[in-house]
Antibody, heavy 118, light 107 residues
């Protein structure tokens, strides 16, 4: 059925960067995309972007363009989300998901809390 | 970008009652709409995709309908485990977007 396991919580200062990992198991990594979604405290879901592990194609939310980079390592079935120039409003739980061919996220990681504070 | 507006923000109902949640798109998304359920401290769970198709393992009491700009998620008879927040999402156009959510709470 599959599983996604994310890296642990992170604390960063404003202006710093953070890299969250998402390790897939139980399915063929290159047969699905990876979506990234975040959720600020007490707020709704925000779609951040998508990457195809098969060819590296990406699509990012316009508000994050230039600050976010999504990559994958097919040798370890791991996806990464790198967010730079962090601000306090980037404080959120970051989720990775397995994206079907139709881009629905049908399997999710447990979430990674990223706190940005001086 | 396509904006999804969900209503109501909060729905207060009792177990056994019918829940009707609305999602309206700022432009047509055809049938490219999904619904997710999220419980406190948990990741979202895909319930419905392509407007009306239930994801594997989702009970038949959950159903989706609509097309174009107006969509509805119906829970025919609320079970205790159904009290949660529900989000709609569109995949008609990049960037993909979510609605603001509807909280279904126990009355």
């Amino acid at each position: 059925q599959g599983q996604l396991v994310q890296s642990g919580a992170e604390l960063r200062k404003p202006g710093a960067s953070v890299k969250v990992s998402c390790k897939a198991s139980g399915y063929i990594f290159t047969n699905f995309g990876i979506c990234w979604v975040r959720q600020a405290p007490g707020q709704g879901l925000e779609w951040m972007g998508w990457i195809s592990p098969n060819n590296g194609n990406t699509n990012y939310a316009p508000k994050l363009q230039g600050r976010v980079t999504m990559t994958t390592d097919t040798s370890t079935s791991t996806a990464y989300m790198d967010l730079r120039s962090l601000r306090s409003d980037d404080t959120a739980v970051y989720y990775c998901g397995r994206a079907t061919r139709s881009n629905w996220c049908d399997l999710w990681g447990q979430g990674t809390l990223v706190t940005v504070s001086s | 970008e396509i904006v999804l507006t969900q209503s109501p923000a909060t729905l207060s109902l009792s177990p056994g009652e019918r829940a009707t949640l609305s999602c309206r798109a700022s432009q047509s998304v055809s049938s490219y709409l999904a619904w997710y359920q999220q419980k406190p401290g948990q990741a979202p769970r895909l319930l419905i995709y392509e407007n009306s198709r239930r994801a594997p393992g989702i009970p038949a009491r959950f159903s989706g309908s609509g097309s174009g700009t107006d969509f509805t998620l119906t829970i025919s008879s609320l079970e205790p485990e159904d009290f949660a927040v529900y989000y709609c999402q569109q995949r008609r156009d990049w960037p993909l977007t979510f609605g603001g959510g509807t909280k279904v709470e126990i009355k």
